[in-house]
């Protein structure tokens, strides 16, 4: 037998033999008890805290080796004035407030943190170069550090504002920083933790950059360097010098072309010598541009589009206007060309042709259309016409018409092959049983829920096929996806589960889709009678439960699916088992 836990995490789902259920549980029990500091297990003396917490150094002929494990691993600094350049050193104090003043007994601090017992015993050690007494030791556990020999601080928090401070960890929000320079004076301490930042210019405002720069120029000749030659500091941390020696590949961030400005960025940061500001980037023989892609254009770092341009020059002559606009759209897509206006001025007046006969007086109605079917070609590869630089699309101006969106169209223009209308009529006993139990959920507006159970070569396809034809031959929308690429392209308008769904890469016990209730695709899941999912058992089961959940909240009801007539499909004999902490092998 097996038993399911669900872990406090999001998540966390562990098979376990339902022998050890019980044992888990009264270990779960136990210890949320002990969280929830039942008076049994509360610290109330003082007693009870030199229990499991000591400052002070043990003796040395009755515990030699915790002695020295103490003077090994829980002895701090020397800080302070024997060592004002100390790491814990902060505006000339010990940030962890040693050396600690002596107590004959624990008492509570007002910080949240006991003053435990360090008594004046007249014990001393030598480390690291300086004698040190009970003032510089470090709270230990005599249990932990005898058994694990290494650096373990052990706090006891007890107070309201020691118990705020490990909860604001959990409520703090995501990791983030601030990143400022400053000139050094050869006076101040460094501060290790002001030395750790990215040097990546988009995280520097403008106002730092030639201070950065000017930082630079102290060292080296800037106007000879790019720079990753300089993006390099020295080994006191506080000259940034010319890079030595060796060539260093990637030490700015990367960034796609597709990135925009942020590509051009870097690529002018790799290419020009000797910049002061954003401003010297932007400037080519002495204009100033006003973009980094046209700076980068000017200064002959883009390759020219005369490819691209000798590719719709070509389709101009054999391909309709519909096919050019498609041509187009891809080009803007895949091939990032340098001058995307240059190339729509050059070619506008071969695409519109189709709409010059609807609106023939009207050439802005002309542009809007061209535009608005270019987006349409655009949306289809999940970009938007407002993302490239060339004339906008008016919006308004088909808002009082009714339409269809672009996913609903190109379902309802799926055609349906006469050899899948016919296969209706060829479907073996057990295709046939099922194909009529599915349209009569359909036909009948029920939610439904089926998995096509069968191995390889038995027909599952054939019978999906006859499915999807019936129901468009009658004019509903009828979705055919799959979890494998490959497995699409053998069933009549079929997308892959993560496209159709917009299904996140990662997915959880609580994660949702990535379509929103206004969306074109959730407009297409209320208008769809039937879906089908080939290859289920190849997906995660929180990504069917993700589609789940989405499916739920797009169509308002609370049942599998929203209510929709599902067809899972697959084989489980054709998924490999899966062998517990095994390696990938």
Request: hydrophobic share 35%; charged share 30%; net charge positive.
């Amino acid at each position: 037998m097996a038993g399911e836990y669900r872990g406090d995490k999001v998540g966390q789902r562990v098979i376990l033999p339902a022998s050890f259920i019980g044992g888990l549980r009264d270990m779960r029990r136990r210890y949320m008890d002990a969280m929830a500091l039942v008076q049994r297990y509360k610290i109330t003396s003082a007693d009870q805290y030199d229990k499991f917490i000591s400052a002070e150094l043990p003796d040395e002929e009755e515990y030699p080796l915790l002695h020295d494990l103490v003077v090994k691993h829980m002895m701090h600094g020397p800080c302070g004035k024997h060592r004002p350049t100390n790491l814990c050193m902060t505006d000339g104090q010990c940030k962890n407030h040693y050396p600690r003043p002596f107590s004959n007994k624990l008492i509570q601090g007002k910080d949240g943190y006991p003053i435990y017992k360090r008594k004046n015993d007249g014990k001393i050690v030598n480390v690291r170069g300086m004698r040190m007494n009970n003032q510089w030791v470090v709270p230990y556990n005599p249990y932990l550090l005898t058994r694990y020999n290494c650096h373990i601080n052990v706090e006891s928090c007890s107070g309201v504002k020691a118990i705020k401070y490990l909860y604001k960890y959990i409520y703090k929000g995501h990791d983030r920083c601030t990143v400022y320079i400053e000139s050094d004076d050869g006076k101040k301490v460094v501060d290790e933790k002001s030395k750790i930042f990215k040097t990546h210019v988009g995280c520097l405002r403008q106002k730092h950059y030639g201070e950065f720069m000017n930082s630079i120029s102290v060292k080296c000749n800037i106007r000879s360097l790019t720079f990753n030659y300089i993006s390099r500091i020295d080994k006191q941390g506080k000259i940034w010098t010319k890079r030595k020696t060796r060539s260093v590949i990637g030490r700015i961030a990367t960034a796609n072309r597709r990135e925009g400005e942020r590509y051009y960025l870097r690529l002018l940061l790799n290419h020009v010598r000797g910049p002061l500001s954003f401003k010297d980037l932007l400037t080519v023989n002495g204009r100033e541009c006003e973009t980094f892609k046209e700076a980068a254009k000017e200064r002959g770092l883009l390759e020219s589009d005369n490819s691209i341009s000798e590719c719709l020059r070509e389709a101009v002559l054999f391909k309709m206007p519909s096919a050019l606009r498609n041509l187009f759209a891809t080009i803007l897509v895949h091939c990032n060309p340098t001058d995307i206006r240059k190339l729509w001025e050059t070619y506008y007046e071969d695409m519109p042709e189709d709409f010059r006969k609807i609106h023939d007086n009207s050439h802005v109605a002309q542009l809007q259309c061209t535009l608005k079917s270019i987006n349409y070609f655009l949306e289809s590869m999940g970009k938007k016409i407002d993302k490239y630089d060339f004339l906008k699309l008016d919006h308004g101006r088909d808002n009082g018409n009714v339409s269809e969106c672009r996913e609903i169209i190109e379902e309802r223009s799926i055609n349906v092959s006469p050899e899948d209308f016919d296969a209706q009529s060829k479907l073996n006993p057990e295709q046939e049983q099922a194909f009529k139990t599915i349209l009569e959920r359909v036909d009948s507006g029920r939610a439904g829920l089926f998995f096509v159970d069968g191995s390889g070569g038995t027909g599952k396809t054939f019978l999906y096929r006859a499915l999807l034809a019936n129901l468009r031959s009658r004019g509903m929308i009828a979705l055919a996806m799959a979890t494998s690429g490959v497995a699409t392209t053998i069933l009549p308008g079929g997308h892959t589960a993560h496209s159709r769904f917009d299904i996140p890469l990662q997915t959880t016990d609580t994660t949702i889709t990535n379509m929103s209730k206004q969306s074109d695709g959730a407009k297409l899941i209320r208008k769809s009678k039937l879906i089908i999912w080939d290859e289920a058992p190849m997906a995660n089961h929180q990504m069917i439960e993700t589609v789940d959940r989405s499916f739920r909240d797009i169509m308002d009801i609370n049942e599998p699916f929203g209510g929709k007539v599902m067809v899972f499909g697959g084989d489980f004999r054709q998924v490999l088992p899966i062998v517990p902490k095994s390696t990938r092998a």
